[in-house]
Nanobody, 124 residues
Framework: VQLQASGGGLVQPGASLRLSCAASGRTFRHYVMGWFRQPPGKEREFVSTINWRGSVTDYRGSVEGRFTISRDNDKSTLYLQMDNLKPEDTAVYYC??????????????????WGQGTLVTVSS
């Protein structure tokens, strides 16, 4: 399976971006998907997760209410809508696929396939 993340860029504080993650090579619709990020000089951290059906989601506290995770199983694509971006959201964002179809999965070890990352820079 391959995951291809895209949509990153340089934006000003308060702006919006939508990240996409296209999956190929495995049945996307069966599995929990997640977004993680790695800020400059820091460890990679959990951002958001969504179950196979899209009915259960979870977010890290600092992005709750600003970010929205979603998925289109027909297009095998995961999304992360990011609104009201802040400088502290600057990071490389990674999408990840688990081998599980349910559960709120917030640990990196619960995911076995990773995309290559897309850089989001929030700066004035």
């Amino acid at each position: 399976v391959q995951l291809q993340a895209s949509g990153g860029g340089l934006v000003q504080p308060g702006a919006s971006l939508r990240l996409s993650c296209a999956a190929s090579g495995r049945t996307f619709r069966h599995y929990v998907m997640g977004w993680f990020r790695q800020p400059p000089g820091k460890e990679r951290e959990f951002v958001s997760t969504i179950n196979w059906r899209g009915s259960v989601t979870d977010y890290r506290g600092s992005v709750e209410g600003r970010f929205t995770i979603s998925r289109d199983n027909d297009k095998s694509t995961l999304y992360l809508q990011m609104d009201n971006l802040k400088p502290e959201d600057t990071a490389v964002y990674y999408c990840a696929m688990s081998s599980r179809y349910s559960g709120v999965l917030t640990k990196q070890s619960q995911y076995d396939t990773w995309g290559q990352g897309t850089l989001v820079t929030v700066s004035s």
